[in-house]
């Protein structure tokens, strides 16, 4: 049902809907609060401490622009039983628009109680006319355009009232579990009576969507004991011998790695592994030795990686450590002539390991004999590419590779189709990085830091989540700050990066920064995945509290790849609660592990598996906070629904439908 079926959604309005990805009614109801105001709860700004967060209300009596200052900023004069205080507002010039005389809410933090006089800074605010009937618990939405909270939660409630909302659990299940209806948890999510009504629904709309997923996974998955068609003549001794071409000892873990792989190559069954472990902690070298065991049997091996350069990077390190081996790079950008020529070394064995984009999956590429693929950077490929790559070489085994550490009983939840092996330790000359949260009084001397680096040699990332800046003014973008940093460092040589740029552009600046052609970078996250630059020595993250704890600690890791100390500065866009506590985990943690774990307590599990803002899996309830619990209860549902007592014929048709494109199933 169209947007356009509701009362007063005119097509301008309908327009900012579809800037928030709403284009029906039942986009709507899925459109969650990212937060709630308890009108139980107000409080005088008398009775407030500084650094307090709350919910008060003030009469607003002025409102002033400043266009021109360094940071732009509204300004509002307001007056609480006779205490004046301001309200300010930096980088959001549309508050002006919304802000007029009269009493509104307002929520934010406390700040110069006992300095030069009471501020909120960034405050929501909600007008609160005396008829207006806002009490209890008050939904607050993302907003766009010209939308305010009031036109949202209108246009939800009547949408409400429209919408059909069924469950794809089994009715029966719902009844023997005692499970909340799916439309009273719709209702009880926007309309709720209580901080318990919040809890409970959005648990239910978690399980709902959880269930949706592990039984699409069950679909899709098939058996995991498919027969060995390739017997592997390596020896241990051999193997060990292989490790000794590194200048380094293997960890601990490495080597247990190394012994499960050979283990399970040894094994009747094909193999199918997923390889995790932290930034650093040496997977490609336990890769190698994979590739290892099957060219030394007299097989083909394959890697697999999502970006050439990266592909380009892990072709050299091949040809260091095989050097009596025949290793070939082929790209979307290999010239037509040698990708043809590479294609016929392959088909007749000629070449013994091929390393890749997703152009080793096309039809065109035969193989003689594949027995191993690997898949580097494995959040990059779906279920579907795995599987096409594996049956080039005839149902071959699979080893891929995880850099964003999940907890050990989701990986088993999630990844139920392959063996899981884990690299806890690091390599033991690897540096911590020194993490800080930055605030922006020393911004300048941040700047500073980085010249200085510069002439040094070391070499500096600046990332954005965002390419263009947003309506709001809110979020640094690449684009802006890339010029905003051609005049702030003034003789330092700066490069852009973002991914709308051609696959070829990016290659070209990514391989110059890694040649010292720059000395900073400004980047989204496309450089999350990318080469080793041994002199990049600073991370620079805007707007951090966007970003997933884990997604933090892989951008993190791409500084200290060499010998030299290095730095990671997190900026704040918010100065919430929420968010310090959530930076406050990477400020003071170095291991992925355990900042997975914080993430899956902090934000609940909507957000576990790295959605990575795509908008594709399960992005619809990243809003929602429950319980961790909530997933293993669709498991537990998942697995009775498929155990043979129901039917679950048109359950499998609608979880395929809603993941219908196997690549959207994938781990961050």
């Not at 105001?37 to 005088?44: E, M, P």
């Not at 406050?584 to 997975?596: L, Q």
Request: hydrophobic content about 40%.
């Amino acid at each position: 049902m169209d947007l356009n079926s509701l009362k007063f959604i005119s097509e301008k309005r309908e327009k900012d809907f579809n800037k928030l990805n709403i284009y029906t009614v039942e986009h709507l109801v899925k459109h969650y609060p990212r937060d709630y105001l308890d009108l139980r709860k107000v409080t005088l700004l008398s009775d407030a401490y500084h650094n307090d967060v709350i919910l008060t209300v003030a009469e607003v009596l002025n409102v002033e622009v400043n266009k021109y200052a360094r940071r732009p900023f509204v300004k509002a004069l307001c007056q609480q039983r006779g205490l004046m205080f301001t309200a300010i507002w930096f980088n959001q010039p549309y508050v002006a628009q919304k802000l007029m005389r009269g009493e509104y809410f307002f929520y934010g933090r406390v700040q110069n109680k006992y300095g030069m006089g009471c501020q909120m800074v960034n405050p929501s605010f909600e007008r609160s006319d005396r008829n207006n009937n806002l009490k209890g618990l008050i939904p607050v939405y993302s907003l766009s355009g010209g939308l305010t909270q009031g036109v949202v939660r209108a246009a939800i409630r009547q949408a409400l009232q429209k919408v059909r909302i069924s469950s794809h659990i089994p009715g029966s299940l719902i009844k023997k579990y005692g499970l909340m209806s799916l439309y009273e948890a719709y209702c009880k999510l926007h309309c709720p009576e209580n901080s318990d009504d919040v809890k409970n629904a959005s648990a239910r709309i978690a399980l709902e969507e959880y269930f949706l997923l592990i039984s699409a996974f069950k679909v899709i998955k098939g058996s995991r004991d498919d027969a060995r068609l390739n017997f592997y003549s390596v020896t241990e001794n051999e193997v060990n011998a292989f490790k000794k071409r590194y200048p380094f000892e293997f960890t601990e873990g490495q080597n247990a790695a190394v012994a499960n792989v050979f283990k399970c190559l040894k094994s009747p069954h094909k193999m199918n592994m997923l390889l995790q472990g932290d930034v650093g902690s040496g997977k490609t070298a336990v890769a190698f030795a994979a590739i290892y065991m099957g060219v030394k049997s007299g097989y083909q091996a394959a890697m697999l990686a999502p970006t050439e350069v990266l592909a380009q990077q892990n072709a050299a390190l091949l040809k260091k450590y095989f050097p009596e081996y025949n290793v070939a790079v082929l790209t979307g950008s290999t010239p037509a002539a040698e990708k043809r020529q590479i294609k016929k070394a392959l088909a007749s064995g000629d070449i013994n390991i091929v390393c890749g984009t997703h152009a080793v999956l096309q039809q065109d590429v035969e193989f003689k004999n594949l027995a191993l693929a690997v898949c580097d950077e494995q959040h990059r490929f779906g279920v579907a590419q795995r599987s096409s790559l594996s049956e080039k070489g005839g149902n071959c085994d699979v080893l891929v590779m995880s850099a964003t550490p999940i907890p050990r009983t989701l990986s088993l939840i999630f990844y139920g189709d392959l063996d899981v092996a884990t690299i806890k330790d690091k390599p033991r000359l690897r540096q911590d990085i020194s993490t800080s949260i930055i605030p922006e009084s020393k911004y300048s001397d941040m700047y500073k830091y980085v010249c200085g680096q510069a002439k040094a040699g070391n070499q500096t990332y600046f990332v954005c989540p965002k390419i263009e800046g947003d309506d709001e003014g809110t979020v640094m973008s690449v684009t802006e700050l890339y010029e905003e940093l051609k005049v702030k460092l003034s003789g330092v040589r700066i490069a852009l990066l973002h991914g709308k740029m051609r696959e070829k552009q990016k290659n070209e600046i990514m391989r110059d920064f890694r040649d010292k052609k720059y000395d900073c970078l400004v980047s989204t996250t496309v450089i999350e995945v990318g080469v080793d630059v041994p002199d990049a020595t600073v991370m620079i993250i805007y707007n951090a509290e966007r970003f997933g704890l884990s997604q933090l600690h892989q951008l993190r890791g791409r500084v200290g790849r060499g010998d030299k100390k290095s730095y990671c500065f997190l900026l704040m866009g918010s100065d919430s609660e929420e968010a310090r506590a959530r930076l406050s985990v990477i400020k003071n943690s170095a291991d992925g592990f355990e900042i997975a774990e914080a993430d899956l307590r902090l934000r609940g599990g909507g957000d576990f598996m790295g959605t990575r803002q795509s908008g594709r899996m399960l992005s619809e309830i990243k809003n929602l906070k429950f319980p961790v619990e909530t997933v293993f209860t669709a498991k537990a549902l998942s697995d009775e629904a498929f155990s043979g007592a129901f039917d679950t014929a048109e359950l499998s048709l609608i979880a395929s439908r809603k993941y219908d494109s196997l690549k959207d199933v994938i781990l961050n």
